[in-house]
């Protein structure tokens, strides 16, 4: 029982190590300047196109034996939750469009 509580906390310590590793990279680069609506989306979808390459490329390493399973996992989530984000606002924006069009004038 000690012995799983102790693999299981040191799998919990990497997977953290890992996150903050992760963090630390994204943060090292310089996010660019939005000036605009229309920059900001630009930039959304660049950076739903970047997640969505790291997943596949981190995915790839995964089959091959080159990552940790826990990594193509995050990967994965985060691509997934980043598209479904941008899926959402889009919505928004169309449904928005749409009740100011139905508008009275």
């Known amino acids: 029982m000690i012995n799983n509580v102790s693999s299981a906390l040191n799998a919990y310590q990497q997977a953290l190590s890992r996150i903050n590793a992760n963090e630390q990279k994204i943060a090292e680069v310089e996010q660019p300047k939005v000036s605009g609506f229309g920059n ?15 997943a596949e490329v ?10 940790d399973i826990q990594d193509v996992v995050l990967a994965v989530s985060n691509a997934e939750v980043a598209l479904e984000t941008v899926v959402a606002v889009r919505d928004t924006a169309i449904k928005a469009y749409n009740t100011i069009m139905q508008m009275p004038i």
């Open 40 to 54: 900001m989306v630009k930039s959304a979808v660049q950076d739903v196109a970047n997640l969505s390459k790291q």
């Open 58 to 67: 981190t995915s790839i390493a995964g089959i091959q034996g080159k990552a």
